[in-house]
T-cell receptor, first 114, second 115 residues
Framework: EAQVTQNPRYLITVTGKKLTVTCSQNMNHEYMSWYRQDPGLGLRQIYYSMNVEVTDKGDVPEGYKVSRKEKRNFPLILESPSPNQTSLYFC?????????????FGDGTRLSIL | AQKITQTQPGMFVQEKEAVTLDCTYDTSDPSYGLFWYKQPSSGEMIFLIYQGSYDQQNATEGRYSLNFQKARKSANLVISASQLGDSAMYFCAMRGETGANNLFFGTGTRLTVIP
């Protein structure tokens, strides 16, 4: 089954404790992206990757890091999480951002930073 | 710069009736794509329908259709014969400028279907 898998689905942690949210897709997609969703703001892009070893900042990259060492994986790293990073996070992938192919989203990761 | 506006924070519709969810956009790029996603209470994002800026006809997918008015820069989602399972948040999104890689989202509309 074609899917984007995020882990964990839920996480409560404390300020400053490094964490990683994993994202994996099995569709051989080149393009992957991370979004955060906050009430009243919709989804905003954090980082994206056009291919292996190619990443770039989205609209709200501060406080986040990403890496793309393999085509299928695109982890999101919070080196020193802060309470304002409490949010619902989505990983997405698509075959080609220029085509009419929609982005496929993972089920989301709800992070609470205390 | 691109911008997506959804002016209806919440909508109610009677079961089996049709409902229109509004979406307006702003872009200076002649080539763009518009998407609608559904987010049920369980949280996942479900792709519903796509409209390309050069498409001659309005997109349709089952009970979903897109009322695309290019001159007005609007891309409203029409859901026909509403069902209880249609209750969810609905997001309009626009693919960025040619060469960009972002998907810009509106703030969403929460649809509630009343039995």
């Amino acid at each position: 089954e074609a899917q984007v898998t995020q882990n964990p689905r839920y996480l409560i942690t404390v300020t400053g404790k490094k964490l990683t949210v994993t994202c994996s897709q099995n569709m051989n997609h080149e393009y992957m992206s991370w979004y955060r969703q906050d009430p009243g703001l919709g989804l905003r892009q954090i980082y994206y990757s056009m291919n292996v070893e190619v990443t770039d900042k989205g609209d709200v990259p501060e406080g986040y890091k990403v890496s793309r060492k393999e085509k299928r994986n695109f982890p999101l790293i919070l080196e020193s999480p802060s309470p304002n990073q409490t949010s619902l996070y989505f990983c997405a992938s698509s075959s080609n951002i220029y085509s009419n192919q929609p982005q496929h989203f993972g089920d989301g990761t709800r992070l609470s930073i205390l | 710069a691109q911008k997506i506006t959804q002016t209806q924070p919440g909508m109610f519709v009677q079961e089996k009736e049709a409902v229109t969810l509004d979406c307006t956009y702003d872009t200076s790029d002649p080539s763009y794509g518009l998407f609608w996603y559904k987010q049920p209470s369980s949280g996942e994002m479900i792709f519903l329908i796509y409209q390309g800026s050069y498409d001659q006809q309005n997109a349709t997918e089952g009970r979903y259709s897109l009322n695309f008015q290019k001159a007005r820069k609007s891309a409203n989602l029409v859901i026909s014969a509403s069902q209880l399972g249609d209750s969810a948040m609905y997001f309009c999104a626009m693919r960025g400028e040619t060469g960009a890689n972002n998907l810009f989202f509106g703030t969403g509309t929460r649809l509630t279907v009343i039995p």
